[in-house]
């Protein structure tokens, strides 16, 4: 199975806060990653696909980079409501596997 | 518009199986896959496995097998996961998600999710 890596696992920031975090996936996943954000009590919700797409409705204030194994996401001003957990995932091969997470909250 | 609804909250002893069902609209149901992954109290994702709905195909993650069985109803857009031999480890949320992207990994629509617990 490919493994996924999350990096910081929490993260304390301020709205209008610049926040980056780090994907990691082994072995070599192409592009095929994607990133979901989820809040408490509710399913995840699609963000970023093929490591740099961004899924229809969703803010331009997200965005995601990288390619092979390295990966990010980036919130270039965190708003009120991006108070969440983030989960990357590789979606390159069967199983799919999610990384463990990182947890936004404020400052 | 896309929607995907599931069944609701059960409670099920120990040794006992537990179906939850997922019912989908505004899009051709057959056309895609659907995924269950799961979610135990405070923890992180995990892929369950997935089936093709055209074809009627399914494929389990290892950790599963033999204890998960994945069907669909055409007539009814509802996809069903039945897990068996259930354990407390097992007391989680259960989602469905429709698969999406050029290999069918990308979870596009999820369901509200279900809570299943396991207690005597």
């Known amino acids: 199975d490919i493994h996924v890596t999350q990096s910081p696992s929490s993260v304390s920031a301020s709205v209008g806060d610049r926040v980056t975090i780090t994907c990691r996936a082994s072995p070599d996943i192409n592009t095929w990653l994607a990133w979901y954000q989820q809040k408490p009590g509710k399913a995840p919700k699609l963000l970023i696909y093929a490591a740099s797409s961004l899924q229809s409705g969703v803010p331009s204030r997200f965005s995601g980079s990288g390619s092979g194994t390295d990966f990010t996401l980036t919130i270039s001003s965190l708003q009120p409501e991006d108070f969440a957990t983030y989960y990357c995932?590789?979606?390159?091969?069967?199983?799919?596997?999610f990384g463990p997470g990182t947890k936004v909250d404020i400052k | 518009q896309v929607q995907v609804v599931q069944s609701g909250a059960e409670v099920k002893k120990p040794g006992a199986s537990v179906r939850v069902s997922c019912k989908a609209s505004g899009y051709t149901f057959t056309s895609y896959y659907m995924h269950w992954v799961r979610q135990a109290p405070g923890q992180g994702l995990e892929w369950m496995g997935v089936i093709n709905v055209g074809g009627d195909r399914t494929s389990y993650a290892q950790k599963f097998q033999g204890r998960v069985t994945m069907t669909r109803d055409t007539s009814t857009n509802t996809v069903y996961m039945e897990l068996s031999s259930l354990r407390s480890e097992d007391t989680a949320v259960y989602f469905c998600?429709?698969?999406?992207?050029?290999?069918?990994?990308?979870?596009?629509?999820w369901g509200q999710g279900t809570l299943v617990t396991v207690s005597s």
């Open positions: 995932q590789q979606a390159n091969s069967f199983p799919p596997t």
């Open positions: 998600a429709r698969g999406s992207g050029s290999y069918h990994l990308d979870f596009d629509y």
